[in-house]
């Protein structure tokens, strides 16, 4: 195991213990008598990671003579990380107190994550996917009326992937984990921008468990889509670490900004493709192009020149910022996040006027830190191409014209502060969404 990934371990206050390898699925009852000692088990799965990993699980424990409840299988067409499922796996959960096993990726691990949590239990997690950072993340993501919402509930006491299963994994669940690993590059470079305008401070410790081997983690796309088993340790090993940060720091700031936005924006819209959901790292990997597009527009601007007075005075008024979140997603399943959440990040004018002296002032540092951080939109595109991760809107379903759209949208559905909020804060949005979508822009809407 990478040494950083040890020494995460080692200050994770939720997992205990943790396998990353090849071949190491054998290794799965010993990890868990280990932890859970004298307890039951019961393996929890759907149709496809039954197939890939949880019928092999199974099998190990009880050929080690671990007692287990019947295995419960998830029998449903794109089954998804919403609120019926968890009724469905609390109401087994409830008839007995065995651990339950998570045999599979994303939205596995997050229904029993959650549900273990209600059952006041915990449970380890065997991934069969690189498909995305919530492995050994705090919270579980769930959609709840209508909501993409993150509930308080601790990380897996133990997880084991096993690389040979990841690599095997259909490639666009591979391209999936890419490109929500690779959102951890905007994330961080907004959470620079927090921290600079005295928004957010960084917590030196979470930030380095994160970014520290970040861009090698990325570095082997061509390895990945030809699945070589030795080239997902890289990428695995990035995913938990994304993950042990967020432990650390109760929060998903470490690892989601504005490009994680986007897809919660589209979950709670019911973005779907050919009636199917695209996955999370789908979704996050066009966000992650639409923050880098922004940041571009943002190092091209000359900030020493902002007309501090010009973005005070076209400051809307609390009111009026609630009036048009209140406005926008009237008629949908979630008309008051708007309001809930533009009230929540306000900032007076003469906080604004702070904040922007602030980035003027400092501007020839900070644009230093974010030049470090960043990759150009078209590197990444590149690269996305490479290992057949969605590049384009029209990939997940989405046109120009909505995605347009959607930087306005995302904008208003999370306090986190963000490119996004700093383009609305300096009165460019408009103007850099004009750049984004016109001729040798990233994605030119053609009239």
């Given at each position: 195991m990478d040494p950083q990934v040890e020494k995460a371990l080692e200050r994770a206050d939720e997992t205990r213990a943790l396998i990353v390898g090849t071949d190491v699925l054998g290794q799965t009852a010993e990890l868990f008598r280990t932890q859970f000692p004298d307890r039951k088990a019961i393996v929890v799965a759907d149709t496809n990671t039954w197939a890939a990993a949880g019928e092999k699980v199974f099998q190990i424990l009880e050929e080690a003579g671990i007692a287990q409840e019947?295995?419960?299988?998830?029998?449903?067409?794109?089954?998804?990380?919403?609120?019926?499922?968890?009724e469905m796996l609390d109401e087994n959960l409830k008839t007995h107190d065995a651990i339950p096993v998570a045999c599979g990726s994303g939205t596995i691990n997050d229904l029993c994550k959650l549900c273990a949590f209600h059952q006041n239990r915990r449970y380890m997690v065997c991934g069969t996917a690189a498909s995305m950072d919530g492995y050994t993340a705090f919270g579980a993501s769930i959609t709840f009326e209508g909501k993409k919402q993150t509930f308080s509930c601790p990380a897996p006491q133990a997880a084991l992937v096993d690389t040979?299963?990841?690599?095997?994994?259909?490639?666009?669940?591979?391209?999936?984990?890419y490109a929500d690993l690779y959102a951890k590059v905007p994330a961080g470079a907004d959470w620079i921008l927090a921290d600079s305008l005295g928004i957010e401070a960084i917590d030196g410790y979470v930030w380095d468990v994160v970014q520290d081997g970040l861009h090698d983690a990325l570095s082997n796309p061509e390895g990945l889509a030809a699945k070589d088993p030795e080239a997902f340790a890289p990428l695995v090993e990035g995913l938990i670490l994304s993950g042990f940060a967020m432990q650390a720091s109760k929060s998903s700031r470490p690892a989601s900004g504005a490009e994680?936005?986007?897809?919660?924006?589209?979950?709670?819209e019911h973005l779907k493709v050919n009636g199917v959901s695209p996955s999370h790292g789908s979704k996050v990997g066009i966000g992650t192009l639409c923050s880098l597009a922004l940041y571009e527009c943002l190092l091209e601007t000359d900030v020493s020149r902002l007309d501090v007075d010009a973005c005070v005075s076209a400051w809307p008024t609390l009111e009026a910022q609630q009036k048009t979140a209140a406005e926008m997603f009237a008629g949908t399943d979630f008309p008051d996040l708007g309001v809930t959440e533009v009230t929540a990040k306000y900032c007076t004018p003469e906080e604004l006027r702070r904040q922007l002296e602030m980035l003027k002032q400092n501007w020839p540092e900070i644009k230093a830190k974010l030049e470090k951080q960043l990759v150009p939109s078209r590197e990444v595109y590149r690269k996305f191409a490479l290992i057949g991760a969605p590049k384009d809107p029209e990939d997940v379903g989405v046109t120009r014209e909505r995605l347009r759209g959607s930087f306005i949208r995302a904008?208003?559905?999370?306090?986190?502060?963000?490119?996004?909020?700093?383009?609305?804060?300096?009165?460019?949005?408009?103007?850099?969404?004009?750049?984004?979508?016109?001729?040798g822009g990233l994605w030119e809407i053609r009239e």
């Open positions: 019947k295995p419960f299988i998830f029998d449903a067409d794109g089954l998804y990380a919403e609120w019926k499922y968890i040979r299963i990841a690599g095997a994994a259909d490639l666009a669940m591979t391209a999936s984990g994680h936005q986007f897809s919660h924006l589209w979950d709670m904008q208003h559905i999370r306090r986190r502060f963000t490119i996004l909020d700093l383009a609305v804060r300096m009165n460019c949005l408009e103007t850099w969404l004009a750049r984004i979508f016109s001729k």
